[in-house]
């Protein structure tokens, strides 16, 4: 199936995959170097991602101290079989390391060929601003994209906060869980259906959300843009993803399918980017009333 979806991917235009180290223990980059081998593309005809944190159970197999990213990025490059990856992302879920230090680790990697450039994952503007400063300061490279999580329910920092960046210094967005976990979908609209992953082990923090008086507002939101989505003649899915697409500075929108058909009415999102006039976003923005205030957004319609 992996492999029916990338090649599906790759024949429509999609030249970007993502993955990450702790993705499936590591097995994630290994079926995605399997299939880039078999497949043979021209390796400058597409963009490969990972992220370094969470390697392994040791202390030194995890975090982001100049050992674990470049053994980190060792050991992805030998699961993905490839000789560089083009962006490694340092996914920072806390300070465990100097930032001069991940600065100076990220461009080795750069500098000994093993990344064309770096990026950050879940870091706030702070810390971005701060990578770039000690780059700048030192004559090392600064970090070029920041992986965010973006959708109906999580705009400010995309929306308000990372634009400042854009301006600043060039750092665009790929952004991520553009469905929220599948509940834009509309599949919690009638309560927890047993295939979903809101049922799976390990995720009760989304099903006590769904329950939650903010979660029970969140679907009433969705069943109207439901008949929005209807409106415009396409599915609740493309629609949010394409409002996502519309947003200034986001580069790219990150897209997890579980097969080809649901990967294929995804990509249907591109024909209702056209559509989302700006009378159209206005009209959402009243309907989900979160919409962040002083935020430099202009839609590219």
């Not at 770096?118 to 701060?130: D, L, Q, Y």
């Not at 294929?264 to 009378?279: D, Y």
Request: net charge neutral.
């Amino acid at each position: 199936m992996a492999e029916s979806v990338l090649t599906v991917a790759y024949d429509s235009g999609v030249n970007l995959f993502d993955t990450a180290e702790v993705y499936a223990s590591g097995r994630a980059e290994t079926t995605l170097g399997n299939i880039l081998k078999k497949k043979g593309w021209r390796r400058s005809s597409y963009v490969v991602t990972t992220k370094i944190y969470w390697g392994g159970p040791a202390e030194t197999e995890r975090g982001l101290s100049r050992k674990h990213i470049i053994e980190g990025l060792r050991g992805s490059l030998s699961r993905l079989q490839l000789d560089y990856v083009d962006i490694v992302f340092a996914n920072r879920s806390d300070v465990n390391a100097p930032m001069e230090e991940i600065v100076r680790a990220m461009t080795f990697v750069i500098d000994q060929g093993l990344a064309m450039y770096w990026g950050t994952s879940r870091w706030n503007v702070v810390e971005i601003m701060e990578a770039y400063s000690i780059a700048r300061q030192f004559n090392l490279v600064p970090p070029v994209c920041e992986q965010a999580e973006y959708h109906y329910f999580q705009r400010d920092k995309v929306e308000l906060h990372l634009p400042e960046l854009y301006h600043k210094i060039g750092v665009g967005a790929m952004t991520w869980s553009p469905l929220a976990c599948g509940l834009l979908t509309g599949k919690y609209n009638e309560g927890v259906p047993e295939s979903s992953r809101a049922a799976m082990k390990g995720y009760s923090w989304l099903k006590e959300r769904l329950h939650s008086d903010e979660g029970k507002k969140q679907l009433s939101k969705i069943k109207e843009l439901h008949l929005l989505a209807d409106r415009l003649n396409c599915t609740a899915a493309q629609l949010a993803i394409a409002w996502c697409l519309r947003s200034e500075g986001v580069s790219s929108v990150l897209l997890g399918v579980s097969n080809t058909e649901q990967f294929l009415e995804n990509l249907g999102s591109l024909r209702v980017l056209t559509q989302l006039t700006p009378p159209l976003i206005t009209e959402m923005d009243a309907l989900l009333g979160n919409k962040p205030r002083n935020g430099k957004k202009e839609g590219r319609s």
